[in-house]
């Protein structure tokens, strides 16, 4: 299959899911008790920078890629934030104030990223936005952010090494996801020789530096045995798969991402790779990613992530069906998709607990704040803006679910500078 028709496919397809879900009515499940229609604060007490913020109404951004090779990922990101604003609004609003969207499509490039990021501060004066997937979009709108000192609540797990008073991470760091799942098969299948892969850019080079130092420093006698890396929309594997299969490695370590993954795991199962038999680690591939490479091609691997649609608490037996209410019965719910839920909410409880809407204080406000509805279960803002949050592995199914096979007993503190990893 050609790039075009891949990304054709996965484009359409989640366009569809967004179109459908902005004709959808609020979902009606709301996480947080509602306040009424009383008049908040005087706007001049709670906006004293100049944001867009009335009377009647605050607006933010969203920021995502619905278009490119990253729709295939990000759209479910677009649904969970859109979803959780219509939560809030209907259980009234922020301080008082109706929530107002402004959408941005980063089109699966990065300079447009940055572009856009500017436009929402600058010129839309948004209070806060959500938005971002890939590292390397994180990265181009970073310095924007922090010039323009706007806030951005960034859902996707990523590799650390990055701290900001302009960023709230939602998703997992290094010591959360990569170190916790290389002790996991370790420790579980006894592995020792790895295979990494990843897409050509920042997260799956500098996650695969990591895990290898932790595979060749930490796991005792353990090596990586291969490493290779992939333009974003590519779609030949089969030199990489044949070489995978002469080597024989105990474990495949998957960083790829977007539109590729499709490609990938069917050219893995058309090669004869039994996923029930070769293990395969994968920290990229969630239910959105499934939705489109189709669940009988990746059955059997493993997902290290904080959140599955699967999992069975109070919190997601509620999310999950308003979810599905608001974007259709088909649609499906992946980590990053959970965690991008999390940030209007947290923005709420923020501005709520600083009284204001200003980014300042904001920043200094965030630290201690706890959202007791997440669907993954209680998590609360670290003082370096991650969250404190477990870690879980997941088995995928032929159905395009995941088992949940472990999680740790307590929540996880993160540490975005690991010692020995930078």
């Known amino acids: 299959m050609s790039d075009n028709e891949i990304n054709t496919a996965a484009v359409s397809a989640t366009r569809r899911r967004v179109l459908q879900g902005m004709a959808a009515l609020p979902a009606a499940a709301a996480m947080l008790p509602a306040r009424g229609n009383a008049a908040g604060p005087a706007t001049a007490t709670v906006n004293t920078t100049g ?146 892969l990843g897409s050509d850019y920042i997260w799956p080079r500098t996650s695969n530096k990591i895990a290898r130092k932790h595979i060749e420093n930490h796991l005792t006698g353990c090596k990586v045995v291969g490493e290779d890396y992939f333009p974003l929309g590519h779609t030949q594997f089969n030199s990489v798969i044949n070489k995978m299969k002469l080597v024989k490695p105990d474990v495949i370590y998957a960083i790829i991402v977007g539109g590729s993954n499709v490609a990938f795991y069917k050219q893995l199962k058309a090669a004869g790779v039994d996923l029930n038999k070769q293990t395969l680690l994968t920290i990229s591939v969630t239910e959105d990613e499934i939705l489109g490479i189709g669940g009988e091609n990746i059955a059997g691997a493993f997902a290290c992530m904080k959140y599955f649609q699967s999992l069975d608490n109070p919190n997601n037996k509620v999310f999950v069906p308003a979810f599905k209410k608001m974007w259709g019965e088909k649609s499906v719910i992946g980590d990053v998709t959970q965690a991008a839920y999390l940030g209007p909410y947290l923005w709420k409880l923020t501005v709520e607990k600083a009284g204001s809407f200003d980014i300042d204080k904001i920043a200094a406000a965030s630290p201690g704040i706890e959202f007791k509805g997440a669907p993954e279960g209680y998590v609360r803002i670290h003082e370096n803006h991650h969250l404190w949050s477990k870690t879980r592995v997941g088995k995928a199914r032929t159905d395009g679910q995941y088992d949940v096979i472990y999680e740790t007993g307590d929540l996880v503190e993160p540490n975005p500078f690991p010692k020995g990893y930078q």
Not at 77 to 103: C, D, F, P, Y
Not at 108 to 117: H, L, Q, R, V
Not at 123 to 144: E, H, M, N, Q, Y
Request: charged fraction near 20%; charge should be negative.
């Open 51 to 196: 944001l867009a913020v009335t009377d009647d109404t605050v607006t933010v951004g969203i920021l995502h890629s619905i278009s490119g090779t990253m729709a295939i990922s990000e759209t479910g990101s677009v649904e969970a934030e859109k979803l959780a604003i219509s939560q809030i609004n209907e259980a009234g609003g922020v301080l008082g104030r109706q929530i107002k969207v402004i959408q941005e499509d980063g089109a699966s490039d990065w300079p447009t990223f940055a572009e856009k990021a500017k436009k929402l501060l600058v010129s839309d004066k948004c209070a806060a936005v959500f938005g971002c997937w890939t590292s390397a979009s994180r990265k181009a709108v970073l310095p924007v952010f922090e010039q323009y000192n706007g806030m951005l609540y960034y859902p996707t797990f990523y590799e650390g090494l990055e701290q900001s008073k302009n960023v709230i991470y939602t998703g997992q760091e290094a010591t959360q996801q990569i170190l916790a799942g290389l002790d996991w098969v370790n420790r579980t299948k006894g592995s020792k020789t790895f295979y990494l």
